[in-house]
């Protein structure tokens, strides 16, 4: 039996209406994390959002009680994306040494002559929020560990394959962590101090550790 024309009209409408309700939510997300990677989140208001996205408040409103959950909702967002960028390094037919050197080389590149948006959020918000938010704190502190953990997992893998020097009484767990509150400490740093500096010395340090 066929399905009426006009009930394959209306199919048709919901479907492009759910598609426009997802085009709009992530284009609000693309918006805000933009704005605020640059600008920082308290200096960035809702109004600035919206006239920027072109985006009515209640639009806003439909997806985000506050723009505290629309924080939490860009950190998750920015987190979830970033896990797919560490996938395609881990999927890599190479050493875990050559993945390890690769994510870090690519780190010290965005962070380098003013960090680039890319970076620059998580090192704002690490900043700004811990003691504004506990939404938004909880949801950086799970994008740090979900970083970490690929860190140590790639850190074994080059301890199993021999690319990466396996230290004494350290584990990869710990091993991650210091590299990566490095990373992160000197990316602050950079920024309060206009200069590149504190990153060539964690690249130092971390590339000296890997074995390169």
């Known amino acids: 039996m066929s399905i009426p024309s006009t009930i394959k009209k209306m199919n048709a409408d919901n479907v492009s209406s759910t598609i426009a309700l997802s085009n709009t939510k992530e284009h609000l997300l693309t918006t805000g994390y933009m704005l605020i990677a640059q600008k920082g989140f308290t200096a960035v208001g809702i109004k600035q959002i919206l ?109 199993e394959d021999n690319s990466v020097p396996r230290p004494a009484n350290v584990s990869a767990e710990s091993m991650a962590k210091r590299w990566y509150f490095a990373w992160l400490g000197a990316s602050l740093v950079a920024k309060v101090s206009q200069t590149d500096t504190p990153l060539a010395e964690v690249w130092l340090m971390t590339t000296t550790e890997m074995g390169r």
């Open 51 to 159: 006239d920027t996205a072109g985006v009515p408040k209640g639009s806003f409103y439909h997806y985000f009680a506050s723009k505290e959950a629309f924080g939490e909702a860009i950190i998750s967002h920015y987190f979830t994306q970033y896990k797919q960028r560490l996938d395609i390094i881990g999927s890599q037919n190479v050493s875990a040494q050559q993945k390890l050197y690769d994510y870090f080389q690519n780190w010290y590149d965005t962070q380098q002559n003013n960090c680039d948006h890319e970076k620059c959020l998580v090192v704002k918000l690490s900043a700004e929020v811990a003691d504004m938010s506990e939404p938004m704190r909880k949801a950086l502190h799970a994008g740090y560990q979900q970083t970490i953990t690929w860190l140590a997992t790639q850190i074994k893998a080059g301890w």
